[in-house]
């Protein structure tokens, strides 16, 4: 079985950054530390920190008085901000630098008086923290059937923003029902899905077609890993989502000549080294080359941490 690897794949940037937070914080304060929300979405990766005595939280609510918290790379909103300065909490913000992008554009447009149609998933951890940051001026839309619900008219100053980890294909049928509804609309200042998204889908895109399957490494709540599998199935090719090579299903197998082998932006990479051990080990594979692709991007650790970093030391 021939086994191909895309490239890029894996850890973005702002992934590495939120990561490497948290590690920084454990030298720097240690324990207890707080993290509110996974750091990023991926379950090996929150059970490791979670195991060097890490605690995660959906609520500032549980952390106690003057804890040090970190905030996850999907970023949050004002009001939780508030709530752990409230409690007097040392606070760490991790969130990608990317998704502070979109979020200081909803603050412009709606200074200026747009009303922002969100391309995004409700309910997402970076929906929210958005949608948290002008309440007032944020519609969610998720569809072009949603589009076609929305109250604004032709007169509206209108603007859009998306998700970061949206698929290109799926936010574009959007925004062309927001363009046709309202040729208004204004875009934003510059692409908000980042660029390690469409690498990763660019390159499933490339070679999804060409192989019997995909297997995609990325945890079920990963916007990016599931846009990943969604892409590869839209092509025509089978795809499965797994946390790691003990998720494997023999029965994949039955007929399969050759595999792709893909990961989210927040799957650490040796859980692709393990699974294409397997399948090397269990299937006959054998890797075809892939050049590896160098996204050149890099993100410092967060101020607060640094400043922090600088009182210890
Ligand atoms: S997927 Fe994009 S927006 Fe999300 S953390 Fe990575 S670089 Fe930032």
């Given at each position: ?73 999907h970023g949050v909103s004002p009001a939780v901000r508030q709530a ?150 839209t092509d025509g090719t089978p795809a499965h989502l797994i946390d ?70």
């Amino acid at each position: 079985m021939k086994i191909l690897l895309a490239s890029p794949r894996g850890f973005c940037a702002g992934v590495n950054m939120a990561i490497q937070t948290v590690e920084e914080a454990l030298k720097v304060v240690g324990r207890p530390l707080y993290v509110y929300h996974e750091i990023v979405h991926n379950r090996h990766v929150v059970e490791n920190f979670e195991a060097e005595g890490v605690t995660f939280v959906d609520s500032i609510d549980e952390v106690p008085a003057n804890a040090t918290v970190i905030f996850s790379a999907h970023g949050v909103s004002p009001a939780v901000r508030q709530a752990a300065k409230d409690r007097g909490c040392t606070m760490i913000d991790a969130t990608c630098p990317l998704v502070t992008k979109v979020h200081m554009e909803a603050v412009r447009y709606a200074r200026q008086g747009y009303k922002i149609l969100l391309v995004g998933h409700a309910g997402h951890d970076e929906v929210v923290g958005t949608v948290g940051e002008v309440p007032d001026a944020i519609t969610i839309v998720e569809s072009p059937e949603d589009v076609e619900r929305l109250p604004f008219t032709t007169d509206d100053k209108l603007a859009y923003l998306t998700q970061t980890t949206l698929s290109m294909d799926d936010a574009n049928r959007v925004i062309s029902a927001i363009r046709a509804k309202y040729p208004q609309v204004k875009d934003p200042p510059s692409e908000d899905i980042c660029y390690a998204t469409t690498n990763r889908q660019d390159a499933v895109r490339a070679l999804a077609k060409g192989v019997d399957l995909v297997l995609v490494v990325g945890s079920k709540n990963s916007s990016n890993s599931v846009r990943l599998t969604e892409i590869s199935e839209t092509d025509g090719t089978p795809a499965h989502l797994i946390d790691d090579k003990s998720e494997l299903d023999p029965a994949w197998f039955v007929g399969v000549n050759s595999v792709l082998v893909t990961a989210g932006a927040s799957a650490p990479e040796h859980l692709v080294q393990e699974l294409i051990d397997e399948l090397q080990a269990s299937y006959e594979g054998v890797i075809e080359a892939s050049d590896a692709v160098d996204e050149g991007m890099h993100f410092n650790l967060p101020v607060s941490l640094r400043i922090l970093r600088d009182q210890v030391a």
